[in-house]
């Protein structure tokens, strides 16, 4: 009997038990559109979502196959612009068993719309929000689709015209329609919180938030940046520093870099050491001739394109796919161009990465100067980072077309990184009570659940404002500071890795100490390498000068040698 029992036993342990697992989220985006790339909404609907999944397709409405919903647990439709949608297409999004959230125009074509009475209403501003019972007046105006259903909803959202209530957003069952169809527009933070409920997920209480000081480079203040940094650390806030490592002069293209600045390295190594967390923030923070600070590094402004030249070159004006014949021509076109974009990003990335090592700092994340990148961009920087603070940049020919979502989110143009959204902005010294701004901001961004509360101050305004800010930040309920260094964020190159592990900073540097050195102290505007390349030159004449007449010398002696021999 008991060899039998301990048979049982022994099978039981080598045969594991199933595990009741929670079945993954397959997520499909659906879109309609007049334009042949994905439009920059869908890019920030997919930003939205990837909250509540990993597994997120998207699919133009003409390109819609059966199989492309096999696995599909939840499904949203984009109605971009006014179109016709396929036949294969309607019938398809009409799954009788799998949530659908249609958002935008054209969704009175579908099944699970049909019948609702809708109008289109231009100009509107002022919402009502169910779940907070709040009312919201937005400085800019949409257009909306206001709706009426035939049948028992819930309305999440309305819009507030005329002294008349409309719903804007509504549910029926387990389907959602949104008639917001401007979806980079403050208006969407009604359709983020609703997805909580359209994926039956319970949020985490309460709200995290972060400061980050920016724009700190080599001819930064160290006694105010020391001021705001201890000021905030003092109140145990785990700051964030963004620091560009060189500093290009507009008016004459000399640089600055911070060894030049022995007290603000001080300084920032002082900071750290007391919990701040370093972002790399570009590395000179310009292109061309302008000034850091001001210019953008990754986005050809002028051009309105990714970069595609080194700064004294003229670029290529970057042709559209409606150029090319098919898909393929244009891939092959656009590749062989980007590949200077590449060696550009790469360059300025692992340098930015390597000289903040070099001066003993610990970068752990990145931020794009004015968040302008291209999606190309994107894919290289996640390279070298795990996390992204700031905004995106949604279109990739526009650089204007860019924003964050309300909560933490992976967007797939990011390639797995995380996006730690700054949404209440930053305190503005060109306007009379910059608080109050950021005040609104916050008042709308806390409808959404788990929504970030992100700000940036610049250390040079000195901490004037910073305990209004403060304040207005730590008077969320339920509100905590992000740590950086109690997440998994990573930064690597192919010779240094910084990694924070509980707390702690772990860096691994396999670099030569004494060619780091040396680079550090490498010229880098065109005036210094000239005159660096015309001293080594004259130093070389100078050495063959001087060794030749060593040689004359002693060829002197020899011969005198001789004659006295």
């Given at each position: ?13 080598l ?6 697992a929670?079945?993954?989220?397959h ?5 309609s ?12 609907l ?9 597994e997120?397709?998207?699919i ?6 059966a ?11 984009y109605?971009a ?5 396929p ?17 935008g125009?054209?969704?009175?074509q ?13 100009r ?6 169910a779940r ?13 689709t206001?709706?009426k259903?035939?049948a ?8 507030v015209r ?19 169809e401007n ?7 009604f359709i ?13 209480p ?13 001819s ?10 201890t ?11 963004a ?8 008016a ?15 300084t ?15 590395y000179?923070?310009?292109?061309r ?30 042709k ?17 161009l ?11 990335l692992?340098n ?19 968040y ?15 996390n ?8 990739n020919s ?5 924003g ?19 949404t ?20 709308e ?15 040079y305004i ?19 500071w992000?740590?950086?260094r ?21 860096l691994?540097?396999?670099?030569s ?24 030159i004259t130093?070389?004449?100078v050495?063959a ?19 006295r021999?």
């Amino acid at each position: 009997m008991r060899y039998k029992c301990l048979t049982i036993l022994l099978l039981f342990l080598l045969f594991p038990t199933p595990i009741d697992a929670a079945k993954p989220t397959h997520v499909v985006i659906v879109y309609s559109s007049s334009q042949v790339e994905i439009p920059p909404d869908v890019y920030k609907l997919e930003a939205l979502v990837s909250r509540f999944s990993d597994e997120i397709k998207l699919i133009r409405d003409t390109n819609l196959q059966a199989d492309a919903l096999s696995e599909a647990s939840h499904i949203f439709y984009y109605g971009a612009s006014t179109s016709t949608l396929p036949k294969s297409t309607r019938e398809l999004l009409n799954h009788p068993s799998v949530p659908l959230y249609a958002i935008g125009q054209n969704s009175d074509q579908l099944a699970s719309f049909k019948g609702f009475e809708m109008t289109r209403v231009a100009r509107v501003s002022k919402f009502l929000h169910a779940r907070t019972d709040q009312s919201l007046s937005f400085d800019s105006t949409d257009v909306v689709t206001t709706v009426k259903p035939d049948a028992p909803s819930i309305t999440h959202a309305s819009v507030v015209r005329n002294d008349k209530v409309l719903p804007v957003l509504i549910q029926t069952e387990d389907n959602f329609y949104a008639g917001i169809e401007n979806l980079l527009n403050r208006p969407s933070l009604f359709i983020a919180d609703s997805l909580f409920d359209f994926f039956d997920v319970e949020a985490a209480p309460g709200h995290v938030g972060y400061i980050r000081l920016e724009d700190i480079n080599p001819s930064s203040d160290p006694k105010l940046v020391k001021e705001v940094g201890t000021y905030l650390l003092d109140r145990r806030i785990p700051i964030i520093l963004a620091v560009i490592p060189v500093y290009t002069d507009a008016a004459n293209g000399d640089t600055l870099r911070f060894t030049d600045r022995p007290e603000l390295i001080d300084t920032l190594r002082e900071l750290e050491a007391r919990g701040a967390t370093v972002v790399a923030h570009g590395y000179t923070h310009q292109y061309r001739s302008s000034e850091t600070g001001e210019g953008f590094e990754f986005w050809d402004v002028e051009n309105n394109q990714p970069v595609l030249s080194q700064p004294d070159e003229t670029p290529p004006k970057l042709k559209g796919r409606e150029s090319f014949a098919s898909e393929s021509a244009y891939t092959l076109y656009l590749n062989t161009l980007l590949e200077k974009e590449a060696t550009y990003i790469h360059s300025k990335l692992s340098n930015s990465i390597h000289e903040l090592v070099s001066i003993g700092l610990h970068p752990l994340g990145f931020e794009a100067p004015h968040y302008t990148m291209s999606h190309s961009g994107y894919a290289l920087t996640s390279e070298y980072f795990t996390n992204v603070f700031g905004q995106v940049q949604w279109s990739n020919s526009n650089w204007e077309v860019m924003g964050s979502t309300p909560y933490v989110s992976k967007p797939s143009l990011l390639h797995g990184m995380t996006l730690y959204p700054e949404t209440i902005g930053y305190v503005r010294t060109d306007i009379p009570r910059p608080v109050d701004e950021m005040r609104q901001a916050l008042e709308e961004t806390l409808i959404v659940r788990e929504s970030m509360i992100g700000a940036f101050y610049h250390p040079y305004i000195g901490t004037e404002y910073l305990p209004e800010v403060v304040a207005l930040m730590e008077s969320v309920p339920g509100f905590t500071w992000l740590d950086l260094r109690t997440s998994d964020a990573r930064v690597r190159t192919t010779e240094v890795s910084i990694q924070a592990e509980d707390g702690m900073l772990v860096l691994e540097d396999n670099r030569s100490t004494v060619l780091n050195r040396l680079r550090l102290l490498m010229p880098q505007s065109f005036l210094e390498q000239a005159l660096t390349a015309l001293a080594g030159i004259t130093l070389l004449f100078v050495i063959a000068f001087l060794t030749y007449t060593l040689f004359l010398r002693a060829q002197r002696k020899k011969r005198l040698f001789k004659e006295r021999g």
